[in-house]
């Protein structure tokens, strides 16, 4: 089998990659691991930069989106009791955000990536990127009992933080960042009404909690847990109990409850590989970065490398520009790197360390700077401005 781009991984960044690549005319064929319904069956991220609402439009998939998403113009923060408002729209002169679940976008991809009739591989198991340094570079897989060669002239790296891609870079050729957190979030889906109309991020004494959506009758909510918390051992009640310590009261005072349909634990990390690209091997979203779900970034960043990739990939199949593939990871980082800092930085500000916090400080003076950090950003315009500049995302940047 030949193609022009292979791509690991149906998560959002292959199928949103391989549908902009399809518009301009090129090739592609995706390998995935996992059958398309536990893809699809993953509850992950909510909330849509303007920048990706935009690349999922351009792709042609945002009919659904624009009919059934939220534009949200604020976010709200709360913390001692008292509920801050970032006006996002009115903060960043007209920017807002799209409340869509990130199953509802890889749902609409799958649908129009078949309706298309390109070629993915579900269930595909021993895949091996081979030559990634050479001009030809093949994957090898096995599916349904045979082997298959998929030769191409570039291969994407879309195969999330556990995938084979990033591994494929020899050590000696990329360097590692890291922070793992000393929690995680449970979250919590249910069909009840979302208590607010707005998201809110608590910062508490019991630790952090969030609220957030996915529709007008479907909620999702996230508490801060301890990592060794297992997530059978919290009951729908437990949750909903700690759920409503956490909120404002008045908040809490309008929380409905009901079962949840699904309940689980993530832990928080904050990773970058660097250099995302090596010979002609590009590590695309969460395959290069992972970051703390606390400032809604991850997805937001996976589309950002997309559209970069696009750019490049068009650019060498229109123009003949090869040499523009080396632009990729400089772009990529500039804007991962923002995302990785404000997602620490909202992480830092709202979670509770105890004993383990940053910079080896102890406990109480940690909360102390941290409480300090928040109150300042929040009491000023000019401080809420620079979270809602940073919440709606920062531009993507054009190839020079
Ligand atoms: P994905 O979604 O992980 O997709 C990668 C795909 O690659 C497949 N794969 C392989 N395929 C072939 N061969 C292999 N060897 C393979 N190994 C893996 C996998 O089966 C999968 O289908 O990465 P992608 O596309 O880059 O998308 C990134 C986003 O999914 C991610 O950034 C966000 O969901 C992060 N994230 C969240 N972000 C937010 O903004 N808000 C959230 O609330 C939020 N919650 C989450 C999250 C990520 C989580 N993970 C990764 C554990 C909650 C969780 C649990
Ligand atoms: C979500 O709706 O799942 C969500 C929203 C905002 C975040 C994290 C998760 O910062």
């Given at each position: 089998?030949?193609?022009?781009?292979?791509?690991?991984?149906?998560?959002?960044?292959?199928?949103l990659?391989?549908?902009?690549?399809?518009?301009q005319?090129?090739d592609?064929v995706?390998?995935?691991?996992a059958?398309?319904?536990?893809?699809?069956?993953?509850?992950?991220a909510g909330v849509?930069?303007?920048?990706?609402?935009?690349?999922l439009?351009e792709?042609g998939?945002?009919?659904r989106?624009?009919?059934?998403g939220?534009i949200?113009?604020?976010?709200?923060?709360?913390?001692?009791?008292?509920?801050?408002?970032?006006e996002?729209?009115?903060?960043?002169?007209g920017?807002?955000?799209?409340?869509y679940?990130q199953?509802?976008v890889?749902?609409?991809?799958?649908?129009?990536?078949?309706?298309?009739?390109?070629?993915t591989?579900?269930?595909?198991?021993?895949?091996?990127l081979?030559?990634?340094?050479?001009d030809?570079?093949y994957?090898?897989f096995?599916?349904?009992g045979e082997?298959?060669?998929l030769?191409c002239?570039?291969?994407?790296?879309?195969?999330?933080?556990h995938g084979?891609?990033?591994p494929?870079i020899?050590?000696s050729s990329?360097?590692?960042?890291e922070?793992?957190?000393p929690?995680?979030?449970?979250?919590v889906?249910?069909d009840?009404?979302?208590?607010?109309?707005e998201?809110i991020?608590?910062?508490?004494d019991?630790?952090?909690?969030?609220?957030?959506m996915?529709?007008?009758?479907r909620?999702?909510?996230?508490?801060?847990?301890p990592?060794?918390?297992k997530v059978?051992?919290?009951s729908d009640?437990?949750f909903?109990?700690?759920?409503k310590?956490?909120?404002?009261?008045d908040?809490?005072e309008k929380?409905?409850t009901?079962?949840?349909?699904e309940k689980?634990?993530?832990p928080?990390r904050?990773?970058?590989?660097?250099?995302?690209?090596?010979?002609?091997l590009?590590?695309?979203?969460d395959?290069?970065?992972?970051?703390?779900?606390?400032?809604?970034?991850?997805l937001?960043?996976?589309?950002?490398d997309v559209?970069t990739l696009?750019?490049?990939?068009?650019?060498?199949?229109?123009?003949g520009?090869?040499?523009?593939?080396?632009q990729y990871s400089e772009?990529?980082l500039r804007?991962?790197?923002h995302?990785e800092?404000f997602?620490?930085?909202?992480?830092?500000?709202?979670?509770d360390?105890?004993d383990?916090?940053?910079n080896?400080?102890?406990?109480?003076?940690?909360?102390?700077?941290m409480s300090?950090?928040l109150?300042?950003?929040?009491d000023?315009?000019?401080?809420?401005?620079?979270?809602?500049m940073?919440?709606?995302g920062?531009?993507y940047?054009d190839?020079?």
């Open positions: 089998m030949k193609t022009q781009v292979a791509i690991i991984g149906a998560g959002p960044s292959g199928l990659l391989g549908q902009l690549l399809s518009k005319g090129i592609n995706i390998i995935e691991r059958a398309g319904d536990y893809i699809l069956g993953r509850i992950r849509l930069e303007q920048g990706m609402t935009d690349l439009r792709a998939v945002g009919e989106m624009d009919r059934e939220q949200h113009t604020g976010v709200e923060l709360a913390f001692n009791n008292k509920r801050v408002k970032i996002l729209e009115k903060l960043t002169g920017s807002t955000v799209m409340v679940g199953t509802e890889t749902r609409d991809l799958m649908e129009a990536r078949s309706a298309a009739d390109l070629t591989y579900y269930e595909s198991s021993n895949v091996v081979h030559d990634v340094k050479t030809s570079p994957v090898t096995e599916q349904g082997e298959y060669r030769d002239d570039y291969i994407a790296g879309c195969d999330g933080f084979v891609s990033r494929t020899p050590e990329r360097k590692e960042f922070r793992v957190y929690f995680g979030w449970l979250g889906l249910s009840t009404p979302p208590v607010n109309d998201l991020y608590c910062k508490t019991r630790g952090f909690a969030m609220t957030s996915r529709s007008a009758t909620s999702r909510y996230y508490l801060q847990v990592l060794t918390d059978e051992n919290w009640d437990d909903w109990t700690e759920l310590r956490r909120l404002p009261d908040v809490a929380l409905i009901g079962p949840t349909i689980s634990i993530a928080l904050s990773f970058v590989c660097e250099p995302m690209q090596y010979g002609n590009f590590l695309v979203g395959a290069a970065h992972i970051v703390p779900p606390t400032g809604a970034k991850g937001n960043l996976a589309a950002s559209a696009n750019k490049i990939l068009t650019r060498v199949y229109k123009d520009d090869k040499a523009c593939i080396n772009i990529c804007r991962v790197w995302g800092r997602s620490w930085w909202m992480t830092s500000m709202l979670h360390f105890g383990d916090g940053a080896s400080t102890d406990a109480e003076t940690y909360g102390r700077f300090s950090e109150n300042f950003y929040t000023n315009e000019a401080g809420r401005r620079v979270i809602a940073q919440y709606v920062l531009p940047e190839l020079s």
